[in-house]
């Protein structure tokens, strides 16, 4: 079946760049969505990309795609302590699939 | 007014209890989930409903009951729930519950059964 995975924690000194990756299953993928879940807090989608663009740029967020690798990765420029929080990967097809979540520990 | 309302925020239930999960959206969206987040496990999809009517109960036991009365609202009801029921329940909505609109999240409800 489908699957989307990412690893489970991530350490990033604050004013550095966090890159956190995404592998998915499912080939046929048309979005890739990046969530944000900060304590206590729902998931708040953060930025998507279409599956035949490689790359998308929002302010400091950069998502970049390979398909042929079926990776996505999130990369936060100039992470801040607001940024601390767990990041989900999720694929659509026919429905969303979500990874486990990457939880982004900032460090002073 | 935030897009995905869910009340309450935390429920503490005994396993006899019956209670309700109340999720409202404001943004016009046809299709609304709920979601299950347990520690250390992925999101589990629980229930899709798309324009009122359930498309999709992925294998939910029966004391969980949900209820769609319009494309706006939607109700979890709980009853004789166990200990392992415990978690966050996240309710979402999208435009539609098929091609490329993404989820809005409500911030949950955090479920204790003692």
């Known amino acids: 079946g489908e699957d989307v995975e990412q690893s489970l924690f991530l350490s990033v000194r604050e004013g550095d760049s966090s890159v956190i990756n995404c592998t998915y299953t499912d080939s046929s993928s048309t979005y890739l969505y990046w969530y944000k879940q900060e304590p206590g807090a729902g998931l708040q989608l953060l930025t998507y990309i279409f599956s035949n663009m490689d790359m998308k740029q929002d302010q400091r967020l950069t998502v970049l795609l390979n398909k042929k690798d079926k990776h996505l990765s999130l990369r936060i420029a100039d992470t801040q302590t607001g940024d601390s929080a767990i990041y989900f990967c999720?694929?659509?097809?026919?429905?969303?699939?979500f990874g486990k979540g990457t939880r982004l520990h900032i460090l002073p | 007014e935030t897009g995905v309302t869910q009340t309450p925020r935390h429920l503490v239930m005994g396993m006899t209890n019956k209670k309700s999960l109340k999720c409202e959206q404001h943004l016009g969206h046809n299709a609304m989930y709920w979601y299950k987040q347990s520690a250390k496990k992925p999101l589990e999809l629980m229930f899709v409903y798309n324009f009122k009517e359930q498309t999709e109960n992925n294998s939910v036991p029966s004391r969980f009951s949900p209820e769609c009365p319009n494309s706006s609202h939607l109700f979890l009801h709980l009853h004789t729930l166990q200990p392992e029921d415990s978690a966050l329940y996240l309710c979402?909505?999208?435009?539609?519950?098929?091609?490329?609109?993404?989820?809005?999240f409500g911030n949950g409800t955090r479920l204790t059964v003692t």
């Open positions: 979402a909505s999208s435009q539609d519950e098929g091609g490329v609109s993404p989820l809005h």
């Open positions: 999720a694929e659509r097809d026919d429905k969303i699939i």
